[in-house]
């Protein structure tokens, strides 16, 4: 009959991996407190040259997503070095290390697809610049005001002030449109055919002028596009920022209805006329 296992043999092998590291601090104690020492002065000196690069990229106007990326980097580097001497100096072996996470890091990349993509991206929308911070865009059928670009996503804010963020490398590659930092309305008023269309003109126009939101540079479109069946479509397009966008439609609409109910001008409702050509249901002539 075999002998079951001896209860005391895993016991002896943690004591004896146990003392193996205690033997182990003792001996290389010097080096220990050498490598401790070595990675605390790089992280601090990693922090300390970031700031340094931070402050020299801000002077080199760059926008900000390539300079915290630079930055990033720089501080990476500085405290991966700071870590190999470490290593090196409390005994162990460098080289078989740098070839280990070279190996891992192949697997790493492997299982981080999605992320690297993502990172790309970033990269290629960062350098390629099809969009900045505060533009307004509309890709994926989803729209809003660019707030931030970073590594990885960008995020848009909605009139209702609702964020989406979007994965980077959802965006490179799709159909993009860019409305920068100025929107056109596109509003519209019907008048009775009857109405005498300079007095329309004149009282959108007077409306146009009065309100704050109107950018002045850009010369706004008003007139008619389309002849309905009950009345006449005026077109009013004029240009404003991306921040007063719905404001100021809402603005314009109103001031518009009130400046025709003064003058008189009006705006018909929806109507269809209907004639009978005959009398579908036969008259009963009494015998």
Do not use: C
């Not at 926008?63 to 100096?89: D, H, N, Q, Y």
């Not at 989406?164 to 965006?171: D, E, G, Q």
């Not at 009775?192 to 959108?204: E, P, V, W």
């Not at 540079?217 to 005026?234: H, M, N, R």
């Amino acid at each position: 009959m075999a002998d079951t296992a001896n209860p005391q043999v895993p016991v002896a092998v943690h004591t004896a991996w146990k003392d193996k590291l205690v033997d182990y601090v003792i001996s290389h104690s010097g080096g220990i407190l050498s490598a401790i020492a070595v990675i605390v002065v790089g992280i601090v000196a990693a922090g300390w040259i970031g700031k340094l690069m931070g402050r020299f990229l801000e002077k080199k106007s760059m926008e900000p997503p390539v300079r915290m990326l630079l930055v990033r980097i720089v501080k990476l580097l500085v405290f991966a070095s700071a870590l190999v001497v470490a290593l090196g100096t409390a005994g162990m072996d460098v080289t078989a290390l740098i070839a280990g996470i070279s190996v891992a890091g192949v697997g790493v990349g492997l299982a981080m697809q999605g992320i690297l993509g993502n990172l790309f991206a970033g990269l290629t929308i960062i350098f390629t610049k099809p969009f900045r911070v505060n533009e307004y865009i509309e890709i994926l059928s989803v729209q809003g005001q660019v707030v931030q670009i970073e590594l990885l996503s960008t995020t848009l804010v909605h009139g209702d002030r609702s964020r989406v963020v979007i994965p980077n490398r959802k965006i490179v590659g799709e159909i993009l449109h860019n409305y920068g930092t100025i929107r056109q309305l596109d509003l519209s008023v019907g008048v009775a055919y009857g109405t005498d269309l300079g007095a329309a003109f004149q009282a959108i126009g007077e409306v146009l002028k009065a309100n704050r939101r109107i950018l002045r540079e850009f010369e706004p479109y008003v007139g008619v596009t389309a002849l309905k069946g009950s009345f006449v479509e005026i077109a009013v397009k004029p240009w404003v920022g991306t921040a007063d966008f719905g404001l100021a439609a809402a603005e314009i609409n109103r001031a518009i209805v009130t400046s025709f109910r003064e003058r008189k001008i009006e705006i018909p409702f929806p109507q269809r006329e209907i004639r009978l050509l005959n009398d579908p249901v036969p008259s009963v002539q009494p015998r």
